[in-house]
């Protein structure tokens, strides 16, 4: 039997039960390989450890032809936006259970290829249960393991940092300084979109700054100060966009800071630990925003639950290396938390966004006019000219003299 044999027919079955049989070009599956890196002092050469691996992924440009080409399309087009995890009989790997996410795009060409459509759609292999069993209100069950991990690492904030001597002190003071006017200085803006987190968020500011100038500076206070100014600003009106520049800056200071984590000594292990709780609260603050933010689109929130593992990710790299160079016990229980919260607010994200409008594109085969093109898309012109307009970036020719044939448009359905 030669591999010609072996090549099944490419199909999926949406989570309703809709099969669509199709043809294909070439193929492609993709995964990602987790792991940390440690560099040791005075050794040469990085130790990897492999911590397993994402699901993998099938990128595909599915074509539809036939005399029903048209209806077999729509038809497909429909079953990808049903929630839930269909399956995926790919023509070499076998049938794997899939979620598709991203873009979705559509093409046709009336012209020159008539009678086909073409998708470029990804598939996401998917494990069965995507949080853990028992789970009925993402929400609560969020809000609630951001509050657990809080005091977690609060705890450990407490339990580790030592400031025995006057200099580990003043050392303490000057890095929690440059840490609360940093956060302040991020989230600001995200705060003033709401006139009474705005001002709660001040207080806590002024609160800080004059003890922490004052030299007044208690560890169990300092940490419920620093969370309080760290998610304040997360309950704003912001829009996701905005939150996820402000805190992904906190984290960038923090785990770019110099000097940290190259000697084991107490301001060394000072300096570490408060980097490490602000990280993990501008984190928290993040996963808070995923239930006071607004999302539109699913694209939207399928890149916001991205952004929180990839920023979860991140922090969690950091943490690891350092914890093994200054010989910190790390004893696991905010670890799992972490992960736990991270899983939460990704799985909310995902179930949000299935209820939300998918990301469509097709290629303008003739020129149109933006306002026959919004009445064909979206049925009406007054409520979402303005979008159509944002949401491809438009420029002044193309609203004023048309789009041209080649051009491609995203509308939401």
Request: proline share 2%.
């Amino acid at each position: 039997m030669s591999w010609q044999d072996r090549v099944k027919t490419a199909a999926y079955t949406s989570p309703g039960g809709v099969r669509t049989e199709f043809t294909f070009e070439a193929l492609r599956r993709e995964l990602n390989l987790r792991g940390s890196q440690y560099n040791f002092i005075d050794e040469q050469g990085t130790y990897i450890q492999g911590t397993g691996s994402s699901g993998r992924s099938f990128p595909f440009n599915v074509i539809i032809n036939g005399t029903d080409y048209d209806i077999d399309a729509e038809v497909f087009f429909e079953s990808l936006r049903e929630p839930g995890t269909g399956t995926l009989e790919h023509p070499l790997y076998g049938t794997v259970n899939v979620v598709p996410l991203g873009t979705v795009v559509q093409l046709e060409n009336l012209v020159s290829n008539a009678n086909q459509a073409v998708f470029q759609v990804t598939f996401w292999e998917s494990i069965t249960e995507l949080f853990p069993s028992g789970v009925t209100n993402l929400t609560s069950s969020l809000l609630s393991g951001v509050s657990e991990f809080a005091t977690t690492v609060t705890n450990s904030f407490v339990d580790i940092l030592n400031f025995d001597t006057q200099i580990e002190f003043i050392t303490i003071i000057n890095h929690a300084i440059d840490v609360t006017n940093t956060v302040y200085g991020a989230l600001t803006e995200i705060a003033s979109t709401g006139a009474n987190i705005f001002d709660a968020f001040e207080d806590v500011f002024d609160g800080m700054k004059s003890s922490l100038l004052s030299n007044e500076f208690t560890p169990t206070t300092f940490a419920g100060q620093l969370i309080a100014l760290t998610h304040g600003p997360a309950k704003s009106k912001s829009d996701w966009d905005a939150k996820q520049e402000g805190y992904q800056a906190i984290v960038n200071f923090v785990l770019t800071m110099d000097d940290v984590a190259e000697t084991r000594d107490s301001r060394s292990v000072n300096d570490f630990i408060l980097n490490d709780l602000t990280a993990t609260v501008s984190l928290t603050g993040l996963i808070i925003s995923t239930v006071t933010t607004t999302f539109v689109t699913r694209s939207e929130a399928i890149t916001a639950a991205q952004s929180i593992i990839e920023m979860g990710d991140q922090i969690n790299t950091w943490r690891e290396t350092n914890y093994e160079n200054l010989d910190v016990t790390d004893t696991g229980e905010s670890y799992q938390q972490w992960q736990e919260a991270v899983a939460l607010a990704a799985a909310y994200l995902v179930d949000v966004g299935f209820s939300l409008a998918q990301e469509r594109i097709i290629l303008l085969d003739r020129p149109r006019s933006i306002i026959d093109l919004s009445a064909e898309l979206y049925g009406e012109v007054e409520n979402r000219l303005d979008f159509l307009i944002s949401s491809n970036d438009m420029t002044g020719d193309e609203i004023i003299e048309g789009l041209q044939p080649g051009r491609q448009v995203k509308y939401y359905v």
